[in-house]
Structures are given as C-alpha cells and as structure tokens.
C-alpha cells in the first residue's frame, strides 16, 4: 500500500486569505483525488488529478476556488481560495492504483482547516 | 445524490459485543468498499466485496453484499475499545472512470 502524507496537518485562516494543501507518496501513482469533510459528514470528492492534464473537477467545485496541480507522479496540491468560514472541513488526498476494474483507494492523513 | 446512506448514524456497545452496520446505495456498483476514520483523520481501508461476491471474511470483519437490494453489512465480531472509529461504505461505479461515492458513515463506541 502507499504511504502518504500531507501538510499542513491543521491550520487556522482568516476569511479571504487561500492556503495550499500539499500531498505527497511514496511511489508514483497515476490518479490522486481530493475529499473534503465538513464538519460531521462524510466525505465528498472536490476532484481527480492525473498527472500531466487538467483535474477533472465534481459538481459544485469549480477550479478558480480549488485549482489543483499535479507535477509529477508523486506530489500534488490543492489551494483552497478566497475562503470563508463555509470552507472549514477535513481536506484529505487519496490516491488509487489506477488500473483494473477495483480502484482500493489509500488516504493520507488529512488536512483540518479551520476558517475564521 | 449518489451518496449511499448508512444506520444506524451511531452505535454504542460494550467490548465483547458484535457491531454491525448497513449500507444503502442508489446505483450499479462494480464494487464496495468499507473504510474506517479515527477521530476525524485519514481513512483507512478495511475490505473490497465485488460486485460478484456476496460474502467475504477479513480476521473479526464479515461483510455481505446484496446487489438485489442494493445493500451490503460490515459486522464486527468480538468488538474491542480500539474499535472506536466512524466507519464508512464506498462503492465504485461501473463507468471506466472508477470514483468513490462514501455512504453518510456510522460512529462506533465501543467502551470498555
């Protein structure tokens, strides 16, 4: 399994200000997804980053508040723009093995941002 | 929405005792996944059931898949404190682009 780490692990920010979330892996993976976690709930998909194209991203996230990138086959960051007490959640990257049929995700261990 | 419904929202027992949580989902799965989080930090992978299999055993984990009702159990035998954690279904869609969609999750106290 993959090993997997973020940082920061936790932070405080004042609305309006945009903090970049990093994730990084111990081997090279080819798809690399990021949750958010509000508060109590589960966890939603924000967007998928394959290396060397655009992130795909889900319905309600757009990439000027989320922009993504993915450099290369190990490392990827999320920004959270403009933000604003609403984005105050659990920001967790994920990564999968990318082929076959059964996409077993790894977590790392996730980022808890709280927003002022 | 996709998302999967789990019950109970939260479950206390004591040590000793079988834990056992339901998944509902809306759509074809090629899989589902259980998934367990401790105190708000990463997931950690627990079991893959395939579309195909009804039944699969992980040490104390027995989990079941019903495709027919679109429903799957994860239950814990002989439960432990250390078993304390929010545990989460995940199935995978049957499209080529395999996401995740996680079920609303059930928080497990187990006390000593």
């Known amino acids: 399994s993959a090993v997997i780490s973020q940082k920061p692990s936790r932070d405080i920010c004042q609305r309006g200000t945009s903090l970049t979330i990093q994730c990084q892996v111990d081997s090279q993976v080819t798809m690399m997804f990021w949750y958010r976690q509000q508060p109590g709930q589960s966890l939603t998909l924000i967007a998928t980053a394959n290396q060397g194209s655009e992130a795909t991203y889900e319905s309600g996230f757009v990439i000027d508040k989320f922009p993504i990138s993915r450099p290369n086959l190990t490392f990827s960051t999320l920004t959270v723009s403009n933000m604003s007490p609403e984005d105050s959640s659990i920001y967790l990257c994920?990564?999968?093995?990318?082929?076959?049929?059964?996409?077993?995700?790894?977590f790392g261990p996730g980022t808890r941002l709280t927003v002022l | 929405s996709q998302q999967g419904e789990e019950d109970p929202q939260a479950l206390s027992i004591q040590e000793g005792e079988n834990a056992t949580m339901n998944c509902s989902y809306k759509t074809s799965i090629n899989n589902l996944q259980w998934y367990r989080q401790n105190s708000g930090r990463g997931l950690v992978h627990l079991i893959l059931?395939?579309?195909?299999?009804r039944e699969k055993h992980s040490g104390r984990l027995r989990v079941t898949l019903d495709t027919s009702k679109k429903s799957s159990s994860l239950l814990i035998t002989a439960s432990r404190a250390a078993d304390t954690a929010s545990y989460f279904c995940?199935?995978?869609?049957?499209?080529?682009?395999?996401?995740?969609?996680f079920g609303t999750g059930t928080r497990l106290l187990v006390s000593p």
């Open positions: 994920s990564v999968g093995p990318g082929t076959g049929n059964y996409n077993e995700q790894f």
């Open positions: 995940a199935t995978g869609q049957r499209t080529g682009f395999q996401k995740l969609v």
């Open positions: 059931i395939r579309s195909n299999e």
